[in-house]
């Protein structure tokens, strides 16, 4: 792989750290008027989710890591592993469950999401932005009680539990985002 | 004395004038703008006039020198940036040079509020083209020097710095006191390990590299612990002297070199100039070896700069001040570009 001179650092570049992965998150360059020249990286461990810091010498390099990301048509999980295919090459990939990780509870067969490849094995996986999804469970809302903006647990096709309104009933087929989680609209047909 | 405090500029969000580009033309957005606000800009221009006020007030003369000049400084932690042509010409890092040689040739006080340049120098505090204030006093030392940018920076920045003296703290007793080293005496190993206590490990220095230690350890532990408004580090090791004399003291050789802070930012470098061409032959004959040794460029020797010392410098003390950094410090901004009207990402 390619290496990254200190003034080549930005944030969202992906490099090695301690021989993990690592998304830059901020750089800041320090200097003394007099005397050598540092840059702070502050950067996120792509395995870990940890954030840290490291301080280079200006004019050091970090190794570039084999990291990027790709939509994928997401297969079917095996009990194990999760498996997705690149839909142009029609290559397919094998996630574990730790790097699938929460986006799990948004996957449906056939969609397709966004997995981070990290020398060429899924790392990551993060769903869609927005899903819609059927409930298969929720308890019958009070009739007459739209308007207080009550909501209730719905379970959806996919396992997931989300907050709905009391007017949305089982059956029903609503849009979630998945970033927090949380119900959006009945979907649109 | 040469700036310390080389401000400059950040990163700015915006267009990317290469991004985009269709059919010859830019897509610039909105990036024609002025990244500071125009309120900003009158500020600065009103430090600038109180600064020059301040000056004529004590009968220290405004000069202005060349930008261009066939020599440039061998520091090799400063990067002069060369304009093309025969012979190629160094934009300046700092006036030093020149003003000196009006120094030399008994011109008295001086000051000047201009431009230098330093490449490489990009970041929230750094813009590779920045403004300078420096001045020089002959018959004064550095100790005197500080008093005097004391009362410019009261009154430039009264709202920063109270009445009371500022604090004034040699560069050994700050280390012993928050690190608990000698900066004048302890190896490299011993420096390792108070780097490694403040978690800062991760540069590579050469084994011998002290200063490179002692300017990570200053920059990133040191200076963070200062108190806020004004204090003043003096007596830096004598391998930093870059300009100034070195004192026998009986912590060893010092350097009679002082920096200023205000609430913790680097904002200016003092120096008792050194007078000895002989001894400035020297150090720049060590700084073009260390140039050679990292594979950079060596620049041709300032040989006027050195006639005008053996002609006789008059006994001074020098300082120069970053003005974008006193402008952010009067503003409140967080960035150099937020003092800058078009920074060098939008030049």
Known sequence: ?189 | MTGTSAPSGGPVAGADPSAGAAGGGRAAGADWRPTAGLDVLRLRARLAARARAFFAARGVLEVETPLLAAAATPEPHLASLVVAGEPPRYLQTSPEFHMKRLLAAGIGPIYQLGRAFRGGEAGRRHNPEFTLLEWYRPGLDHHRLMDEVEELLRALLPERIGPAPAPRTAYGELFRRQLGVDPHRATAAELDRAIAAEGLSGPTFAPDDRDGRLQLLMALAVEPRLPGGLVFVHEFPASQASLARVQRTEEGAVAERFEAFVDRVELANGFHELGDADEQRRRFAADLAGRRAAGLPEPPLDERLLAALEAGLPDCAGVALGFDRLVMLAAGAETIDEVLAFPAERA
């Open chain 1, 1 to 189: 792989m390619p290496s990254y001179s200190t003034n080549e650092l930005r944030s969202g570049l992906k490099v090695m750290i301690d021989g993990e992965p690592c998304n830059i998150v901020d750089t800041e360059f320090v200097k003394p008027g007099k005397g050598q020249a540092f840059v702070r990286v502050k950067y996120r461990v792509l395995t870990t989710g940890r954030v840290n810091e490291r301080t280079l010498k200006s004019g050091e390099g970090l190794e570039a890591a084999d990291v990027h990301e790709t939509d994928m048509q997401y297969l079917y999980d095996d009990g194990s592993s999760w498996h997705f295919m690149e839909p142009s090459s029609y290559e397919q990939y094998e996630a574990s469950a730790e790097a699938v990780g929460d986006a799990a509870q948004w996957l449906r067969e056939q969609d397709v999401c966004t997995v981070t490849l990290y020398n060429n094995v899924p790392l990551s996986v993060t769903p869609p932005k927005f899903v819609t999804l059927e409930i298969t469970q929720t308890d019958p809302g009070v009739r007459g009680d739209t308007s207080s903006g009550g909501t209730k647990p719905a379970t959806l096709e996919t396992g997931a539990v989300v907050k709905v309104p009391l007017f949305i009933q089982q059956g029903e087929v609503i849009k979630v985002d998945t970033r927090i989680g949380e119900y959006v609209s009945r979907a649109k047909d």
